[in-house]
């Protein structure tokens, strides 16, 4: 099914292929986090086509330009709730229409990819296909560290470099045969993953409706809305309120009789 994809691209005049776009974070960065209570919600994002996550499961990889790529970083060990939903917005004028009916899917990194002043990471860079099997679709791996790389820059006098992508786990929306789906078939999916440590990560989010990616489908390079919300650190539960308003009023109580006692 694969192959004839790529032919059928080829065939439309296809110029600007998949393979060279670049890994960036524009616009999606959830911001910094520490293991104090916070949220980040980033919206009005679009995905190509709806299979790029699940497409990272299978053996020849896939293309990491059918993800967005979004990061964060956290400044001590905390826990993080990353969610991700289909969302209708309108696109800017002249734009193609960005439709509702994404089945997100996502996977969780240590590391980023290469961001300015340095060159920008893509599937067909040289030092990228260098480290991957021939005849893979790209460098993207939903289920494993991954590695994808940039181009040497002569003006800057840089080698090409790799950056690394050191897998910590993964969910998709609906039913499917992987492990790791949510078992509602809604638009969303969510996941917490408990006490991750201080560091960078990257986060990559695509479809996960493998079949999408036969030739026949009419939106196969439609672009789908999405909108992620990250919420890091402990949200205390109702009975430690309790417990704390508890221990206010009885210090509270303890004050009043000492000011008493002097009073006397």
């Known amino acids: ?3 004839p994809l790529r032919y059928a691209l080829f065939l439309a005049g296809m110029t600007s292929l998949p393979a060279f776009a670049h890994v960036g974070y524009t616009g999606r960065n959830f911001g910094a986090f520490d293991n104090t209570y916070a949220i980040s919600s980033i919206s009005n994002q679009a995905v190509t086509g709806n ?5 990272g499961t299978d053996a020849d990889y896939g293309d990491a330009h059918k993800t967005l790529a979004y990061r ?7 826990n993080v709730t990353l969610s991700f939903a289909s969302q209708v917005y309108t696109a800017a004028a002249g734009a193609a229409p960005v439709l509702d009916g994404l089945t997100p899917g996502f996977s969780l990194y240590q590391g980023l990819a290469h961001v300015a002043p340095m060159g ?9 296909k260098a480290y991957r099997p021939a005849d893979t679709e790209g460098s993207f791996r939903a289920l494993n560290d991954w590695k994808i790389g940039n181009a040497p820059d002569p003006v800057k006098d840089l080698p090409a470099a790799l950056s690394f992508f050191k897998y910590v786990g993964h969910a998709y929306d ?5 492990p790791g789906f949510d078992g509602v078939a809604d638009g969303k999916v969510s ?5 991750l440590a201080a560091g960078d990560y990257s986060v990559f989010v695509g479809g996960s409706d493998y079949l999408a990616q036969d030739i ?11 909108t992620g919300t990250l919420v890091a650190g402990v949200v205390p539960e109702p009975e430690t309120y309790a417990m704390l308003l508890a221990g206010l009023g009885l210090m509270g109580t303890i ?3 000492r000011k008493s006692r002097q009073a006397l």
């Open 1 to 3: 099914m694969k192959k």
């Open 51 to 55: 299979y790029g996550w699940i497409d």
């Open 72 to 78: 964060f970083t956290l400044l001590n060990p905390t």
């Open 120 to 128: 920008a990471d893509y599937d067909s860079s040289d030092i990228s």
């Open 174 to 178: 609906g039913m499917g045969t992987i």
């Open 191 to 195: 996941h917490t993953f408990m006490n």
């Open 216 to 226: 026949a489908n009419p939106h196969l390079l439609d672009k789908y809305g999405v």
């Open 255 to 257: 004050v009043h009789r």
